[in-house]
C-alpha cells in the first residue's frame, strides 16, 4: 500500500514538471503576443489534462529504484571455513571429539583449558585418565549407544561432570534418500560433551542438608511431646501436679515447633522474594520504635531497659516495612534473650554512607555474655546456635539471624556482629537510604 502510495508521488511529481513548464512558455507566449490569452489557456488545459492522464496510465517518468531481493545467507560465506571451530569455541562446556582409535581430532577452548592444548593427536587415555570414562568411550565406538556417565575429579578442587558421549554419525553418499538411517561401523568417531555440575551437586548437598536438619530440629520437640502424652497416660494418670508440670513443658516443645515453622516458612517466603528488590519508603525510626513497644512489657519483666537514639532528619530507606521490623525484632528479642543479663540493650540510628551512597545504619548492643570469636562467623547459618548460650536460654531454633541476612541481603545491605567474650555484642544493619 505504501510502496503503492510512493510510485503516484514520483510519477506525479514528473507530471507536475511537465505542466509547469508548459504554463511558463505559453505565459512568455501570451506576453510576446505571439498567442491570445484564450487559446493559450486553452492549449495550456489541453495539454495539461494529456500530461496527467499519460503519467497515470504508465507510470512513467521517475525511476524509481528498489532495494535487490535478499541473496540467501550460508553461514560458511559469512564466517568463513573455520565456522564450526569458531562455533565450537563459544560454547563454555568442554567439547572433544575423538577418531575411531580414540585419538583427540577435534577440542573447543574450553576442552583446552581442561585437558591442555597438546591434547590434539593423543590418545584420549592420556590426557583424561578417567576409567568409567574409558570404558564408555569404548562402548560407544565400538557400535554402542550414546550414553552419559558422571565423575569426579578429586584435585586441585573436587569438581563433579556429566559427560555425554554420542558416536558422530556420518552419511555414507550414495546409500539411498537424505534421510536414510545413518551407517555407523564399529570404530566410528565419538563426540564428548562435558558439563560441570558441581554447583549443582553443591546446591542439591545443601537441600539434602537443609531437609535433614530440618527434620532433625522439629524430630526433637516432637519425641519430648510423644514421650509427655505416653506419661500422662500412664502413670502420671492419676497425679495432677506432674500433670501440671509436664503439661507446661508440652506447651514449651509446641511452642519451639510453632517458631521453627515459622521460621522456615519465613525463610522460604524472603528467599523466593531475594532477588527483587524492596520498593517502598521506609522510615527505620518508626519501625524501631513500633519493635520496641511491642518488647518492652517482656523488658520490663526481665529487668532490661532499652534506650533508643536516633538524630532528627534520618534518610529513609527502601525497603519492605514488614521484612524491616523482623529484622529489628529478632536482634532485640536475641539481645533481651541472650543479653538479658547486662540490663541494658542500646539502639542507635545514625546516617552513613557505603560506597560514596548515603545509608542508614543500625545498631543493637546489648551488655551480655558476648559470643566467642570462633562462632561468629557461623552465627548467620541456618539452625546454628552457640552451645554456650543454647545451654543457658533454651527455645532458640538458629533461624533468626540467619532471617536477618536474607533479608539485609534484598535490601542490598550489609551486617556485622562484633561481640566480645564478657563484654557484650553489637549486630550492626547498614541499609541504602534514598538521598
Ligand atoms: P536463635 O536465637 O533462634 O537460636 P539466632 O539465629 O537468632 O537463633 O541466633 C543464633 C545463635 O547466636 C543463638 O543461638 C545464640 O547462641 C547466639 N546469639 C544471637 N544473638 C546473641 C546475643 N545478642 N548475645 C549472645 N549470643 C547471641
Not at 42 to 65: D, P, S
Not at 190 to 209: H, P, Q
Not at 232 to 245: F, I, N, T
Not at 352 to 360: C, F, L
Amino acid at each position: 500500500m505504501r510502496q503503492r502510495a510512493l510510485g503516484l508521488v514520483d510519477r506525479w511529481t514528473g507530471t507536475r514538471t511537465f505542466i509547469i513548464a508548459s504554463a511558463l512558455v505559453f505565459l512568455v507566449l501570451v506576453f510576446a503576443g505571439a498567442i491570445g490569452a484564450l487559446p493559450a489557456i486553452l492549449a495550456f488545459l489541453a495539454l495539461a489534462g494529456i500530461a496527467v492522464l499519460r503519467g497515470t496510465l504508465t507510470g512513467e517518468t521517475k525511476v524509481v529504484t528498489r532495494a535487490p531481493m535478499a541473496e540467501p545467507v550460508s553461514a560458511a560465506a559469512i564466517l568463513g571455513a573455520g565456522a564450526g571451530q569458531a562455533i565450537l569455541n563459544q560454547l563454555p562446556d568442554p567439547v572433544v571429539v575423538l577418531d575411531g582409535t580414540g585419538r583427540v581430532i577435534l577440542t573447543n577452548r574450553a576442552a583446552n583449558a581442561l585437558i591442555g592444548e597438546a591434547a590434539l593427536g593423543k590418545h584420549v587415555a592420556t590426557v583424561l585418565r578417567i576409567a568409567p570414562l574409558m570404558t564408555a568411550l569404548q562402548g560407544v565406538s565400538r557400535g554402542g549407544e550414546g550414553v552419559a556417565v558422571e565423575y569426579s575429579v578429586p584435585v586441585p578442587v573436587e569438581r563433579h561432570y556429566n559427560a555425554i558421549i554420542r558416536p558422530i554419525e556420518i552419511e555414507a553418499p550414495g546409500t539411498g534418500p537424505a534421510g536414510d538411517p545413518l551407517r555407523r561401523r564399529k570404530g566410528s568417531p565419538v563426540l564428548l560433551l562435558l558439563r560441570d555440575i558441581t554447583e549443582m551437586r553443591r546446591v542439591e548437598a545443601m537441600r539434602v542438608d537443609f531437609i535433614a536438619n530440618a527434620s532433625h530440629e522439629l524430630k526433637t520437640p516432637l519425641a519430648s511431646l510423644s514421650g509427655f502424652i505416653e506419661t500422662l497416660k500412664g502413670h502420671a494418670k492419676d497425679d495432677p501436679e506432674a500433670q501440671a508440670r509436664f503439661l507446661d513443658i508440652m506447651a514449651d516443645q509446641a511452642g519451639r515447633m510453632r517458631r521453627l515453622i515459622e521460621g522456615l516458612l519465613s525463610l522460604s517466603r524472603i528467599e523466593l522474594r531475594e532477588h527483587m528488590r524492596p520498593v517502598n519508603v521506609v522510615d527505620l525510626h518508626g519501625v524501631v520504635n513500633d519493635v520496641v513497644d511491642g518488647l518492652t512489657p517482656l523488658a520490663e519483666k526481665s529487668g532490661v531497659e532499652i534506650a533508643v537514639s536516633a538524630p532528627e532528619g534520618l534518610p529513609s530507606v527502601r525497603g519492605d516495612r514488614d521484612e524491616l521490623v523482623q529484622v529489628v525484632q529478632n536482634l532485640v528479642d536475641n539481645a533481651l534473650r541472650y543479653g538479658r543479663s547486662g540490663k541494658r540493650i542500646e539502639i542507635a540510628l545514625a546516617p552513613d554512607s557505603r560506597a560514596g551512597k548515603p545509608a542508614v545504619r543500625l545498631s543493637v548492643r546489648d551488655f551480655g555474655p558476648g559470643i566467642a570469636r570462633e562462632d561468629l562467623p557461623r552465627l548467620t547459618e541456618r539452625f546454628y546456635r552457640v552451645e554456650a548460650t543454647a545451654g543457658r536460654v533454651s527455645g532458640g531454633t538458629g533461624l533468626g539471624l540467619a532471617i536477618v541476612k536474607h533479608i539485609v541481603n534484598r535490601h542490598e545491605g550489609t551486617l556485622a556482629i562484633d561481640s566480645e567474650l564478657g563484654v557484650g555484642s553489637v549486630f550492626t544493619v547498614t541499609l541504602p537510604a534514598i538521598a
